[in-house]
């Protein structure tokens, strides 16, 4: 069977570009393939981050995967640093990776940009990232145009590995949805939606209320032509629009222009809102449920002894085709 392995980073409160990038597309996926759902804690410490803060993120998005949908049963979900084999391969795929290359990852240079001092981590994660790939032999990994680099870099790495030493480590294909990989900000298309934007209308955090939701998405900026239709080119603020619709409706982008044709951006800001709450509500019920439950606890040791017989099994291949002296 197909294997998917895929992570939301417990960095920060999560927006619908959270759920229209990821979490909408978990609990289908696991109906297709053998899904990893995890939640990538060692990523989020490349920089800074409150303890207490990261401790209760790392809770909540494990916490919303299961609310969204994923079913425990049918997936494994746990938490990286539960499974030690994450940070050892990433080790042994360092001595693999050049300098060069991971100097060439836009995504650290945006990072950096105009910091006086960054950790070497911040440097290195996209080898943590393959890593964390290849340790399940996922034969298949969503990524949004951002991490497309990223993964890249882990096929560049298992094919080197793979060639230098034995055939240790599949090769991961990229899924890039068409629709919701990239939901932008409210205010501004052509930026990703993001709680660090200062402006608090920006985007629609999971939490929000129904009343805060309709606010904000009713201020959300359009055009003065009035037509709902789909076009990136000329229609930037609109088409954002029409892509949240279609994750949280679960309607195609024909049938959105189709339905509101003539009808104005008013009547389909209010139907869009709609559409986002009576999605949302049943999830932030049963987030709260899980959160801070033993429930959530018991999912995820048993998710972490799950990963870690296939991810300890990869690792000693690895140490093996490397020479490592190893026992058991």
């Known amino acids: 069977m197909k294997r998917v392995l895929s992570g939301i980073k417990p960095s920060g409160e999560l927006n619908i570009g959270g759920y229209g990038g990821a979490l909408h597309r978990f609990a289908s996926m696991q ?20 303890p207490r803060r990261l401790f209760q993120r790392s809770k909540e998005i494990a916490a919303y995967y ?11 979900i746990f938490v990286q640093s539960h ?35 960054v950790s070497s981590a911040l440097f290195t994660y996209p080898v943590l990232m393959a890593a964390d790939i290849l340790l399940y032999r996922a034969t298949h990994v969503p990524v949004g145009d951002d991490q497309k680099q990223h993964l890249e870099l882990t096929r560049d790495l298992a094919e080197r590995f793979n060639h230098r030493f034995a055939p240790v480590f599949a090769l991961p294909e990229p899924i890039i949805p068409e629709i919701g990989s990239r939901i932008m900000g409210l205010d501004d298309p052509s930026k990703k939606m993001s709680k660090s934007n200062p402006n608090r209308n920006s985007c629609v955090l999971l939490q929000d209320d129904p009343d805060v939701v309709r606010r904000k998405l009713a201020k959300a ?23 949240i619709y279609a994750v949280f409706s679960g309607d195609d982008v024909a049938a959105i222009e189709r339905r509101f044709e003539g ?30 439950s033993e429930e959530l606890v018991g999912i995820l040791k048993d998710g972490a ?8 099994d990869t690792l000693l291949k690895a140490k093996r085709a490397l020479g490592l002296f190893t026992i058991g």
């Open 31 to 50: 109906e297709d393939y053998e899904c990893y759902f995890f939640v990538p804690d060692l990523h989020a410490i490349t920089v800074p981050q409150d």
């Open 221 to 243: 900026v359009t055009d003065s032509e009035g037509v709902v239709r789909y076009d990136w080119e000329r229609k930037p603020e609109v088409s954002n629009l029409i892509e």
């Open 83 to 117: 499974v030690a084999a994450h940070a050892e391969l990433n080790w042994l795929l360092e001595t693999q990776a050049h300098f060069g290359e991971l100097a060439r990852m836009t995504q650290f240079k945006d990072k950096s940009h105009g910091k006086d001092a």
């Open 263 to 292: 009808v104005g951006y008013g009547q389909f800001k209010r139907e869009l809102a709609e559409a986002v709450i009576a999605k949302l509500e049943p999830i932030q019920r049963r987030f709260r449920e899980l959160v801070d």
């Open 305 to 312: 002894a799950k990963a870690a017989e296939t991810a300890n």
């Open 66 to 76: 299961v609310a969204a949908g994923v079913d425990p049963a049918k997936a494994t």
